[in-house]
């Protein structure tokens, strides 16, 4: 990444541009520094999959057991308040199936314990 790319960034984002900042990393195609405020913003906001998104702009989840537990425990709590709805059922076994089997499967020592405690929450609230 040049330098250049990097200052104009730091700029942007110090100057209260911080969605040009972002514009700018899409458009390169690389996050160039990890916002934190941003990522935490989203979270705290339940705006999951646009968290998720980001981690993965700046580092792959795959490559990276970090990454990939944080990414982990951003899908684990989006699919704990997909159950507290119950007329999404349908929707959470979907989003089970699609989002977190694959990370499960990527490294399913690490997770194998959280998953359990998934699934006998699941079988607590729809049983």
């Given at each position: 990444?040049?330098?250049?790319?990097?200052?104009?960034?730091?700029?942007?984002?110090?100057?209260?541009?911080?969605?040009?900042?972002?514009?700018?990393?899409?458009e390169v195609?690389?996050?160039?520094?990890?916002?934190?405020?941003?990522?935490?913003?989203?979270?705290?906001?339940?705006?999951?999959?646009?968290?998720?998104?980001?981690?993965?702009?700046?580092?792959?989840?795959?490559?990276?057991?970090?990454?990939?537990?944080?990414?982990?425990?951003?899908r684990k709590?989006?699919?704990?308040?997909?159950?507290?709805?119950?007329?999404?059922?349908?929707?959470?076994?979907?989003?089970?199936?699609?989002?977190?089997?694959?990370?499960?499967?990527?490294?399913?020592?690490?997770?194998?314990?959280?998953?359990?405690?998934?699934?006998?929450?699941?079988?607590?609230?729809?049983?």
């Open positions: 990444m040049s330098n250049k790319l990097k200052l104009i960034h730091c700029y942007l984002k110090s100057n209260g541009y911080g969605e040009s900042a972002r514009c700018l990393e899409r195609g690389k996050t160039l520094t990890f916002d934190s405020e941003y990522f935490s913003e989203a979270v705290n906001n339940g705006e999951f999959d646009k968290a998720v998104d980001y981690v993965n702009a700046y580092v792959n989840p795959k490559g990276n057991r970090v990454a990939l537990n944080i990414v982990f425990e951003l709590q989006q699919f704990m308040e997909l159950l507290r709805d119950p007329s999404k059922d349908e929707c959470t076994r979907k989003f089970f199936m699609e989002k977190v089997k694959p990370l499960i499967l990527i490294n399913r020592y690490t997770f194998e314990e959280d998953t359990q405690g998934m699934h006998k929450t699941y079988d607590l609230i729809h049983n």
